[in-house]
């Protein structure tokens, strides 16, 4: 595949391509402004501005706030997928979610989520840039109440959701690789989910939801089981209990 190139004017667009392009290890070069592509089939990246007026290589106009987005799309064009017959997502459940999807057998990218509720608008976003006939979100059995938000988050979204066993996922990866446990589940068939899931969370979840709060408050303090309850079934941001919890204290 020949390196992509980032060819654009707007300085914050081009640091936002080349940090995405590092992160995921995709070949690239920065040319400047105005400057000739090597080749008509070249694939470039600029804003949606400059790609309408060029006239030369295959272009995509990208946004600064949909820099991901962007190289999904001139990553799928270089490896000429033009016609997936299935899109298939991997997603291994937990406080930061990781994700993996595949066009048809072609492994096409890999996502650490920094919140449960990301995963679904996620896949929705990279699914209407990839061209495909069918789609499947394939989720972790582990976590079962990240789990059961994630799979009620898709379904509201109507996407076909799968629960696939984690322990044929799990030899060989070191813990927290969320996203290689992601790539493992996306390959793998599981039991289809029709209905909505309860969202409990069991003892163990809610100290693990406190442990992440003195965790994240450096010590400071753990927010309260009823805290925890709400962070776990998304009705508080760890932040926002944590905020409760100070002013608690405080009073």
Known sequence: MEPLIVRTADFR????????????KIRFEL???GQRLPNSRSI???????VSIAREGRGIGVAVEQVELGVERARQLALGLTATRMLSF????GPRPGLAWYADSVLIGTAQLEKIDDVAEHIVAIAAVLEHDRLVVRIGDGVPTMRNRIINCCLTRNLPVQVVDERKTSRGIRRHAHHAAAIRIARLSGNPVLKRMPVNPTEGELREVQRRSRKQSEGR???SSDLAKAVAVGRLSMSEAIERQRLKNRS
Do not use: H, N, S
Request: charged letters at 35%.
């Open 13 to 24: 667009l081009a640091y936002r391509l080349c940090e995405e392009l590092r992160r995921r």
């Open 31 to 33: 040319f400047a402004e």
């Open 44 to 50: 470039w990246v600029g804003t949606p501005e400059e």
């Open 90 to 93: 991997g997603v291994d459940p």
């Open 221 to 223: 303090l753990t927010i």
